[in-house]
């Protein structure tokens, strides 16, 4: 699985144009072939500082995703942007859930 993290400052007189555009690239991002999720939040401390989080089956549903018409409209924000996106990348080779933190919490106890 690979993990992407974007994290836009916005100039705060674009907040509202980024915002709206950030919600429209949410709503279709999820029909993109590989795309397990596709969400956006804002920072409570920072109304102007958004974080995008995607998660794709593979490296190729990325690049796809990278190449595509919806990653290009990202990118041409960044004239509304204070300073440029930051861009992780993750990849992960292991998933685990409650099992993990179970077995944590119960070795000293």
């Known amino acids: 699985m690979i993990i992407v993290r974007i994290i836009l400052t916005v100039l705060p007189e ?64 960044k004239t509304l942007l204070s300073k440029p996106p930051s861009i992780q990348i993750h990849t992960v080779d292991q998933t685990q859930g409650m099992e993990a933190i179970h077995a944590v919490r119960n070795k000293n106890g």
Do not use: A, M
Request: hydrophobic share 30%; glycine share 8%; with cysteine.
């Open 14 to 77: 674009k907040q509202l144009e980024v915002r709206q555009t950030l919600l429209t690239l949410v709503v279709s991002g999820g029909k993109e072939p590989g795309c397990l999720d596709y969400s956006v939040s804002c920072n409570i401390q920072d109304k102007n500082s958004f974080s995008l989080h995607q998660e794709w089956k593979t490296r190729e549903d990325l690049d796809q995703h990278i190449r595509s018409h919806r990653f290009g409209v990202l990118l041409g924000t």
